[in-house]
């Protein structure tokens, strides 16, 4: 069955330290592959979005990158800040088919 | 930011009432999805449509309904809500390039 695993279901590290979320799939072939951000009681929103024939994309202290062979992206955020507290979603879409989310990660940044 | 909007926010209701919650976006996308969302857990698509007067059901059974007369518009109706309905239902539209801009989600509540 087609499944999304986000790494633990919590994260906490400590502010100006690089968090690394995780999202693997199975029994998808993505086109192109998502991260969102969602604060508490907020809808989600758009952060990056990485296509099947990329590595990697940056923005700002962003970077994702999408292993279509290990059927995983890693999500970056470099010199984090308390600010950055959230839960981070990860999205595929498959060609022809609508978006899947995965449970998503809660992220900490602690001061 | 952007520009799509719910209403209301939040509602409390009894069980047996009607209604609707709304939904409109001013960038002209074609693509619009309801999903819904219970706290701290993943976003499932309960319906979808890819234009005017197009619209299906999504993997998550639901007994709502919905409608797109106007391309800004794609409202979602509850005939008769019941406690098991008491959720957050966020609403999305999609550029062209494939990023979904969600609104800030109606929570309802029916007792």
Redesign the interface.
Known sequence: SQKIEQNSEALNIQEGKTATLTCNYTNYSPAYLQWYRQDPGRGPVFLLLIRENEKEKRKERLKVTFDTTLKQSLFHITASQPADSATYLCALHNYGQNFVFGPGTRLSVLP | EADIYQTPRYLVIGTGKKITLECSQTMGHDKM?W?QQDPG???H?IH?SYGVNSTEK??LSSESTVSRIRTEHFPLTLESARPSHTS?Y?C?SMRG?????????S?LTVL
Do not use: H
Not at chain 2, 97 to 105: A, K, P, Q
């Open positions: 999805y999903y857990m993943e976003l698509l979808y999504g993997d957050q966020l999305a390039s494939g990023e979904l801009f969600f609104g800030e989600g929570r």
